[in-house]
């Protein structure tokens, strides 16, 4: 009983801290680089997140290369500072991407193959 207070402090603040995670990743990212390299002039991404109503939500995809424009849809939750996205890819397989780093302008996260794409704030 003693130690009541100093857990719920804990839980409270771990929820906080989702949820300021959960604020900083909504909106819309522009992709900048993947390995480090910029993608081709022809190529655009952005990666729109919405925020539910507790740590997580849901967004898409747009991607545009030349003439062909599709969107991929993806739900994601945050979870002890970790935030961790699924879709299902082209041929219906569940993907499971984490971000690795995230600040209010610049958003990285690490694919399933290890590629490492960087998107900035739009």
Request: aromatic share 28%; hydrophobic share 40%.
């Given at each position: 009983m003693k130690y009541l207070p100093l857990l719920v402090a804990l839980v409270l603040l771990s929820c906080s801290k989702e949820r300021i995670?959960?604020?900083k990743l909504e909106g819309s990212w522009e992709l900048w680089k993947v390995n480090d390299q910029k993608p081709s002039a022809s190529y655009q991404q952005v990666i729109t997140f919405e925020k539910g109503k507790k740590a997580g939500g849901s967004g898409y995809?747009?991607?545009v290369q030349g003439e062909t424009s599709s969107q991929h849809y993806?739900?994601?939750e945050v979870e002890n500072e970790t935030i961790v996205f699924?879709?299902?890819d082209k041929?219906?397989?569940t993907e499971f991407n984490r971000i690795d780093r995230l600040n209010r302008n610049k958003l990285?996260?690490?694919d399933s193959e290890g590629n490492e794409f960087i998107y900035l704030k739009i």
């Open positions: 995670q959960n604020r995809f747009q991607v993806f739900t994601y699924t879709y299902l041929i219906n397989n990285v996260y690490i």
